[in-house]
């Protein structure tokens, strides 16, 4: 396991992909209830589990695609599709912070640690998805690719 193979994006994207699910065991709502002990609830835990569930998940499989391309060296396709893995990660790291957003937005009362760095991890998941697309040449010039017909690193 070479760890010097990873593009900074790769290294992004995987770090914070890990640390998200670690992270979603923390408590991200919670009261103190004095004498009586506290209540708290994890990222897998109501209110709104649907959308941390999802960027946790979406975290995992960028996470794990990344392992296991680069480090363990699985061949994989080149494209999803007709999208290239630096765009899908890009697409799937923002979907990721936008639920994780969301569930912020539709409940801010008693929010703890866990909620914050599940925001800031999941937002590095779409940074990582960024600097992979920009990494693969696969980005339009409006988002900070290359100007003209550009095409992609050799590898």
Same mark, same amino acid.
């Given at each position: 396991m070479d760890l010097k193979k990873l593009t900074p994006g790769e290294m992004v994207t995987g770090i914070c992909g890990v640390l998200l699910l670690i992270v979603s065991f923390f408590p991200w709502y919670g009261i103190d209830l004095g004498p009586f002990g506290d209540f708290n609830r994890n990222g897998w835990q109501e209110p709104d589990?649907?959308?941390?569930?999802?960027a946790v998940v979406l975290g995992i499989v960028l996470a794990?695609?990344?392992?296991?391309e680069k480090l363990e060296k699985v061949d994989?396709?080149?494209r999803l599709g007709s999208v290239g893995w630096g765009m899908t990660h890009l697409v799937g790291g923002t979907v990721a912070f936008v639920f994780v957003l969301l569930k912020w937005i539709m409940?801010?009362?008693f929010t703890k640690f866990g909620l914050y760095a599940g925001l800031l991890l999941s937002l590095g998941?779409?940074? +990582? !998805?960024y600097l992979m697309a920009k990494e693969a040449g696969e980005?339009?010039?409006a988002l900070g690719g290359a100007? +003209? !017909?550009s095409t992609p690193p050799a590898a």
């Amino acid at each position: 396991m070479d760890l010097k193979k990873l593009t900074p994006g790769e290294m992004v994207t995987g770090i914070c992909g890990v640390l998200l699910l670690i992270v979603s065991f923390f408590p991200w709502y919670g009261i103190d209830l004095g004498p009586f002990g506290d209540f708290n609830r994890n990222g897998w835990q109501e209110p709104d589990a649907f959308f941390s569930i999802i960027a946790v998940v979406l975290g995992i499989v960028l996470a794990a695609h990344v392992i296991v391309e680069k480090l363990e060296k699985v061949d994989l396709p080149e494209r999803l599709g007709s999208v290239g893995w630096g765009m899908t990660h890009l697409v799937g790291g923002t979907v990721a912070f936008v639920f994780v957003l969301l569930k912020w937005i539709m409940n801010t009362d008693f929010t703890k640690f866990g909620l914050y760095a599940g925001l800031l991890l999941s937002l590095g998941l779409a940074i +990582g !998805g960024y600097l992979m697309a920009k990494e693969a040449g696969e980005l339009p010039s409006a988002l900070g690719g290359a100007k +003209g !017909g550009s095409t992609p690193p050799a590898a």
